[in-house]
């Protein structure tokens, strides 16, 4: 087992355009075709990293929705780790963010949401995500802190009003479905708190499957997201590319 990673590379824009139109023309016709760059690998049996977007607030005042905090070098940094650590061959070539709303969500295992203290949920992306869950689909939160914890509650019991969160120690198998992590306490990177990792499970039986798992007072993704650049150390930094593994793997194999 590997105990150095490497930074994943990563040359991407951040700033993508939503809803272009390409004029395509067939046998002479011009007929208007829809592209989504947002929506990059399209379904092909391969693991790709799938991001939610939401209505919300702009992040703090420095531009962007919320929902694409860290995005895309996080979520494509992710995909370069897992390439090179592990026998996934994940798709390296783009990353896909959807709506809850969007059926093309239930093609893909795994979903990320960022900033869920600003998230909000529609009446049919409440029923699509607690359909996805139920039929097997994970959901992580993540880079969110201290009271911040109640509006993803609270827009989460739309969808699973019957949850029961159970905090989960270092014990659990999620935290080791890969790679060994020596620390699972990753310190956040900006914001002095004590994060601590909230589950539910699938029936609310902890003896199955984790459904969703909450990083609380955490933000995994900020290290991932500036991993090539030395702004963090690298023992933080290779713990949280380590959890993050740990997580894909542990929803692809439960």
Do not use: C
């Not at 600003?118 to 359909?131: C, F, M, P, V």
């Not at 994970?138 to 989460?156: G, H, P, R, S």
């Amino acid at each position: 087992m590997t105990q150095n990673l490497k930074p994943a590379l990563t040359g991407t824009a951040r700033h993508l355009a939503v809803g272009v139109l390409l004029a395509v023309v067939l046998g002479g016709a011009t007929v208007a075709v829809q592209v989504d760059p947002l929506y990059q690998v399209p379904y092909n049996g391969d693991f790709t990293f799938t991001r939610i977007r939401y209505s919300g607030p702009g992040f703090r005042g420095y531009g962007g929705p919320s929902w694409s905090h860290d995005y895309p070098e996080a979520d494509r940094n992710m995909q370069m780790i897992l390439d090179e650590f592990t026998g996934m061959s994940p798709n390296t070539s783009g990353t896909n963010v959807v709506l809850l709303e969007d059926p093309r969500m239930f093609k893909h295992p795994f979903i990320y949401i960022s900033e869920p203290g600003y998230w909000r949920i529609t009446q049919e992306g409440a029923l699509n995500l607690r359909n996805y869950l139920l039929k097997g689909g994970f959901l992580i939160f993540d880079d969110f802190e201290a009271d911040q914890w109640y509006n993803m509650d609270a827009q989460l019991s739309r969808a699973l009003p019957e949850r029961e969160w159970v905090e989960l120690d270092d014990t659990h198998p999620i935290f080791g479905a890969f790679f060994y992590v020596e620390d699972i306490y990753v310190p956040h990177p900006s914001v002095d708190v004590e994060p601590r990792y909230m589950a539910i499970f699938e029936d609310n039986d902890p003896k199955k499957r984790v459904m969703v798992l909450a990083n609380h007072n955490s933000d995994l993704a900020e290290y991932w997201e500036w991993s090539t650049s030395g702004l963090f150390a690298v023992d933080p930094t290779n713990d949280a590319y380590r959890l993050g593994v740990n997580y894909i793997i542990y929803a692809l194999t439960h």
